[in-house]
């Protein structure tokens, strides 16, 4: 005679989901890296257009660049996270690699770019942070699958 536990005896209806909660956190980063690159996209057209808009001048950054190369770099960096937001809500592995990619690379542009706007850029790396532990910190390939 075997014991089961209360589990055992659940019908198909009340089996326990088989999605992970980590999915969530997918979600989570995906809306998170949308959101990103818009901030960046913004950034990047202030830049180019609105270069009088920043605390300090060119030669204030911590890399002298003008504000154009600034724009630049803002909107392809916002046009990587768009894109790699739209791939981690299919699924996409590599899209796992490339969110902690791009939120690295977001996290020192910011670093360098924290003069010309500090408060902001502090927001900005702490979100970076957060999407990077959103894609990182799951488990295993099941959480992955099709969201």
């Known amino acids: 005679m075997t014991t089961g536990t209360p589990a055992d005896h659940r019908s198909p ?4 989901p088989s999605g ?7 979600v989570f980063a995906a809306v998170m890296l949308a959101l990103l ?3 960046h996209a913004i950034a990047g057209l202030v830049a180019l257009f609105e ?11 911590v890399v002298s660049a003008d504000f154009t ?9 916002g046009a990587l996270f768009i894109l790699t937001a739209f791939s981690l809500v299919q699924g996409a592995t590599w ?7 791009v939120a690295s690379l977001s996290a020192i542009v910011n670093l360098v770019f924290l003069s010309a706007y500090p ?29």
Request: aromatic letters at 12%.
């Open 13 to 16: 209806s009340q089996t326990a």
């Open 20 to 26: 992970s909660g980590w999915r969530g956190w997918i």
């Open 37 to 39: 690159g818009t901030f």
């Open 51 to 61: 270069e009088d808009y920043y605390l300090v001048s060119e030669g204030g950054l």
């Open 69 to 77: 190369a600034w724009g630049w770099t803002h909107l392809l960096i």
């Open 95 to 101: 899209a796992r690699v490339v969110a902690v990619a």
């Open 119 to 147: 408060l902001w850029g502090v927001i900005m790396i702490t979100l970076d942070v957060l999407v990077i532990y959103a894609v990182t910190a799951h488990g295993g390939r099941e959480s992955m699958q099709r969201l």
